[in-house]
């Protein structure tokens, strides 16, 4: 058996060892496991590709910071009628006040969903900071009826996964 053949069998086995073991991490623990190991992959193919050293260190930290960026989301449940509401006329306001530059970077982006504030209620995680909804930039209404309670919400303007949606958080739109 060929040096790299025995190699990349070799990788593959120990990553599917150690990823079947990560499945009882919390989402956070998870965000670091994997953060962390994205960035080494990413270093390594940025040397591989010629990079010098420092440049593959700041390659591959800044692509393990990005993938390490997680919205900790603590519950989901259905929103009520109130946080729908809340929810709709906070995101028409956002986005009808967004530039036409914001818009166009959202779009070349691929970003078509924003994320928003709505109110707490009786079902909101205790620990959670803030309680949010998805809209939809194209089909101008909420998505769903989903509330995501965060307990560290993103930077407003960042990116983040909520479920399967990649929204920018816009905050209350305020």
Known sequence: MKTPMLKTSSLLAAASIF???CADLTPLQNAGVFGAAGGAAAGGI???????????????AATGAAIAVVTYIIAKHEATERQHRI???RARRAYARMSAERKSKMKARKTRYIAVDTEK???TAPEAKKSVMIWDTQSQEVVG????????????????KFDTYSAEYVGSGS
Not at 46 to 60: P, W, Y
Not at 149 to 157: A, I, L, T, Y
């Open 19 to 21: 990823v079947t073991g």
């Open 87 to 89: 929810a709709e006329e």
């Open 121 to 123: 209620d009786q079902h």
């Open 145 to 160: 009826n989903n509330v995501y309670d965060v307990k560290s919400p993103p930077p407003v303007g960042s990116t983040a």
């Open 46 to 60: 940025a040397s591989a590709s010629g990079a010098s050293a420092g440049q593959a260190v700041a390659i591959g």
